[in-house]
C-alpha cells in the first residue's frame, strides 16, 4: 500500500535556526497538507497546497513558516527561525483530491525540538 | 463546521465490541462524519467516513442516524493494539482541512 513519507524522524535544533521538514506524498496526490501536533494537545492543521500554491492556512502558520514542492515528489515544511514554543510533532498528509470523500493519508511525523 | 463531542477516554476488554459515540448537533447538509485513529508518535489513520445510516469496512462500522446529529464507531471484538486515540471530525467540500478535537483515547486490557 503506498504511503507518505517523512524526514527525518527527529530534528532537533537551537532557537532561532531554521528547519526544513521533508515529506514525500502518495505519488497520483495532487493536495499536500502540514499539520502538527503538540505534545500532548490536538491535531492542529498548518497549511493545504495545490497546484503549487497555498490554498488555506491556519493563524498558526505566520510568515516563519513556508512551504515549497522544489520537484515532483518532495513537499517541504521550512520554519525560518525557530522558537521554543514550535516543538512538536509535524505531519504531512496527502489526498488525490480535496472533496469530502478523499481521503487524506498521514505520514509518520517529524518530531521536532526546539532547545 | 460543526463541533463534536466524543468521550475522553474508555477502556475496553479483549474480544469485546466497543462503541464510541460523538455528538455533532450542528451538523450541515453537506457535511460527512469521518473518523481517525492514532497511535502514540504516529500520524492519524483514517479508519470509516459516512453520510447516514450504516457504513462497514473491514476494520469497523459506523452507525448514523436519521437525524444524523450523532454518530457511532464500532469495533467488533478488539484486541491490545486498538489502544489509540479515535478522532470523531466533521468534513464537507466547502474546505479541506481536517479539524481535530481531543478524540476518545481507548484503552484495551487483557
Known amino acids: 500500500e503506498p504511503e507518505v513519507t517523512q524526514t527525518p524522524s527527529h530534528q532537533v535544533t537551537q532557537m532561532g535556526q531554521e528547519v526544513i521538514l521533508r515529506c514525500v506524498p502518495i505519488s497520483n496526490h495532487l493536495y499536500f497538507y502540514w499539520y502538527r501536533q503538540i ?3 490536538k491535531v492542529e492543521f498548518l497549511v493545504s497546497f495545490y497546484n503549487n500554491e497555498i490554498s488555506e492556512k491556519s493563524e498558526i502558520f505566520d510568515d516563519q513558516f513556508s512551504v515549497e514542492r522544489p520537484d515532483g515528489s518532495n513537499f517541504t515544511l521550512k520554519i525560518r527561525s525557530t522558537k521554543l514554543e514550535d ?4 505531519f504531512c498528509a496527502s ?3 480535496s472533496g469530502y470523500t478523499d481521503t487524506q493519508y498521514f505520514g509518520p511525523g517529524t518530531r ?4 | 463546521l460543526a463541533k463534536t463531542t466524543q468521550p475522553i477516554s474508555m477502556d ?9 459515540t460523538c455528538s455533532h448537533n450542528n451538523i450541515a447538509t453537506n457535511d460527512y ?3 481517525y485513529q492514532q497511535f502514540p508518535s504516529q500520524g492519524p489513520r483514517f479508519i470509516i467516513q459516512g453520510y447516514k445510516t450504516k457504513v462497514t ?3 469497523a462500522s459506523l452507525f448514523i442516524p436519521a437525524d444524523r446529529k450523532s454518530s457511532t464507531l464500532s469495533l467488533p471484538r478488539v484486541s491490545l493494539s486498538d489502544t489509540a486515540v479515535y478522532y470523531c ?6 474546505g479541506n482541512m481536517l479539524t481535530f478535537g481531543g478524540g476518545t483515547r481507548l484503552m484495551v486490557k487483557p
Open chain 2, 57 to 59: 469496512n473491514e476494520v
Open chain 2, 12 to 20: 475496553s476488554y479483549e474480544g469485546q465490541e466497543v462503541n464510541i
Open chain 1, 39 to 41: 505534545l500532548g494537545q
Open chain 2, 89 to 94: 471530525l466533521v468534513v464537507n467540500n466547502a
Open chain 1, 112 to 115: 521536532l525540538t526546539v532547545l
Open chain 1, 87 to 90: 516543538s512538536a510533532m509535524y
Open chain 1, 95 to 97: 489526498a488525490a483530491a
Open chain 2, 33 to 35: 462524519i469521518t473518523w
